[in-house]
């Protein structure tokens, strides 16, 4: 059987709106912190170390992560400027982290009419990293889980998993494709794994997930314009 072509599209800030609500929290947050007297901006940079290290630690994006980081910064500050730890305001940051999850899913601009276009030309898959049960739930409230022949909810999108979905489902990496927003989960595992790679720019991408091209890859400033690229190069 010859291989076939296929697509292989990322989730978060390529499909749905997620960093946004991270931004919102995390201003409300700064806003905060200030408030308590401890130094609201700086508290932001703290408060990223602490997420990508609980991010690390706990080998993907549990959704404990980020409520956790917002308390431990909040007791980081507590210890650095010898201030009571208030169990309130602590429940207050745990609380406006789980706030996050709870915000309706929404859709990318372009992305269900870009689905659409391709799915009747070929075989579309979704790779995502996350917590499993809430991709589930924000998969399920997108609408576009219909589109997609495979889901994949996995801990690290690097060469092993784009390979491991490319031979289980037998598409040639040659002719295929990976959409994403992030240069680290997307782009350059990609193009280390044989994929021709559309970068969507999303102005809130996490720090976190950009790094250095390491490739020739096409770049777009909106997915409605990823069916023309795909489709001119048959
Ligand atoms: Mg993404």
Known sequence: MGKMRGCIFDFDDTLVETTIYYDLAKDRFAAR??????????ALDILNQFDISNVLKCGG???????????QTYEYYCKKFGSKLCSKTAKWM????????????????????????????????????????IQNHRLKESGLKDFFRAIYIVPDKTHKEYTEIASNN?????????????????????????????HVFHH???????????GEHYSVKSIREVPGIILKKG
């Open 61 to 71: 994006f549990h959704k404990e992560c980020f409520p956790d980081a917002l308390v």
């Open 170 to 198: 037998t598409i040639n990496p040659k002719e295929s494709w990976i959409v994403g927003n992030s240069m680290k989960g997307d782009i350059n595992p990609g193009l280390r794994s044989g994929f021709n790679c559309i």
């Open 33 to 42: 912190m200030a408030d308590l007297g401890f130094p609201g901006e700086e």
């Open 204 to 214: 809130n991408t996490w720090d976190f997930e950009e790094e250095a091209p390491e």
């Open 94 to 133: 745990a609380d406006l982290g789980w706030w996050v999850f709870r915000q309706p899913t929404r859709l990318i601009e372009g992305a269900r009419e870009t689905l659409g276009v391709l799915s009747r030309e070929m075989p579309l898959f979704l790779a995502t990293k996350g917590d499993l049960e």
